[in-house]
Antibody
Framework: EVQLLESGGGLVQPGGSLRLSCAVS????????MTWVRQAPGKGLQWVSV????????YYADSVKGRFTISRDNSKNTLYLQMNSLRAEDTAVYYC?????????????????WGQGTLVTVPS | DIQMTQSPSSLSASVGDRVTITCRAS??????LNWYQQKPGKAPKLLIY???SLQSGVPSRFSGSGSGTDFTLTISSLQPEDFATYSC?????????FGQGTELEIK
């Protein structure tokens, strides 16, 4: 059974930092690109970042570029999102998701399994 | 960046109805279009990828079509469990982007 479990969310002051983790099981993590998607309260889905299977390629939404860093530890089957310089507009539930990855390890941008999400709150 | 626009934003329908939701991209994205279903308090679920391919385990009453800039998600006969929010997403290029969502409500 595929499982993704996010952790690390919480309340953080503006300008602060937080690191989210996503522990996975039930599939070949080292062969899968992974992504983070967020959803502000009552709003739609917003893609945040994607990392290739090897970790060699990463991409970001403009709204988080330079502040957030996606990374992975394939030996621990864990995905990370380091979030710095947090702002009120970063308040959201953050989901990690598995990508229907190309055999090369590059992302397809199709997210077939999702975690339950972790809430990050940055007060204004 | 590619903008995705869905219509309608909300829709009321009855069990057994045929429902169509539209998604338009701000530029051609070939068939790099995916559809998700999300219920309140839950994670999104992939329904359709590559515009028309049904994700494993998804009922056949769901179908997708389109190419270029215009796409549709159709539910052939609504079931009670289908009342949810539906979002399209382009995977043509990063930054990936979602539509604003269509909330499907019970009439």
């Amino acid at each position: 059974e595929v499982q993704l479990l996010e952790s690390g969310g919480g309340l953080v002051q503006p300008g602060g930092s937080l690191r989210l983790s996503c522990a996975v099981s039930g599939f070949s993590f080292s062969s899968s690109a992974m992504t983070w998607v967020r959803q502000a309260p009552g709003k739609g889905l917003q893609w945040v970042s994607v990392i290739s299977a090897s970790g060699g390629s990463t991409y970001y939404a403009d709204s988080v570029k330079g502040r957030f860093t996606i990374s992975r530890d394939n030996s621990k089957n864990t995905l990370y999102l380091q979030m710095n310089s947090l702002r009120a507009e970063d308040t959201a539930v953050y989901y990690c998701a598995k990508d229907r990855t190309y055999s090369s390890g590059s992302p397809r941008g199709q997210f077939d399994y999702w975690g339950q999400g972790t809430l990050v709150t940055v007060p204004s | 960046d590619i903008q995705m626009t869905q219509s309608p934003s909300s829709l009321s329908a009855s069990v057994g109805d045929r429902v169509t939701i539209t998604c338009r991209a701000s530029q051609s994205i070939s068939n790099y279009l995916n559809w998700y279903q999300q219920k309140p308090g839950k994670a999104p679920k992939l329904l359709i990828y590559a515009a028309s391919s049904l994700q494993s385990g998804v009922p056949s009453r769901f179908s997708g079509s389109g190419s270029g800039t215009d796409f549709t998600l159709t539910i052939s006969s609504l079931q009670p469990e289908d009342f949810a929010t539906y979002s399209c997403q382009q995977s043509f290029s990063t930054p990936y982007s979602f539509g604003q969502g269509t909330e499907l409500e019970i009439k």
